[in-house]
Nanobody, 121 residues
């Protein structure tokens, strides 16, 4: 049974930091692209970071320099370090996995339940 369990969300003030974790099980973690996505109320889900099987990372402009994605293949865990958080970063954050690393992340295979991040200004 595949599971992706996010943790580490919470409430912080603008300028603060949080580190999200995603514990994966039930699939070959090292063979999948992994990513972090977020969705704010009334907005579409958007990608915030991705890491491929070789460790290459990608970020949209609005988080570059502030967010860092990493993974621990030995412990099947994905991380997202978020620094200099802004009020607009407030959202539910999800981790996801996909063996094909599809650009259209709506088609990614496995998704977690999410962890809430709230940033107050």
């Amino acid at each position: 049974q595949v599971q992706l369990v996010e943790s580490g969300g919470g409430s912080v003030q603008a300028g603060g930091s949080l580190r999200l974790s995603c514990a994966a099980s039930g699939f070959t973690f090292g063979s999948y692209c992994m990513g972090w996505f977020r969705q704010a109320p009334g907005k579409e889900r958007e990608g915030v970071a991705a890491i491929d099987t070789g460790g290459s990372t990608s970020y949209p402009e609005f988080v570059k320099g502030r967010f860092t994605i990493s993974k621990d293949n030995a412990n099947n865990t994905l991380y997202l370090q978020m620094n200099n958080l802004k009020a607009e970063d407030t959202a539910m954050y999800y981790c996801a996995a996909d063996s094909l690393c599809r650009i259209n992340f709506d088609k990614w295979t496995y998704w977690g339940q999410g962890t809430q991040v709230t940033v107050s200004s």
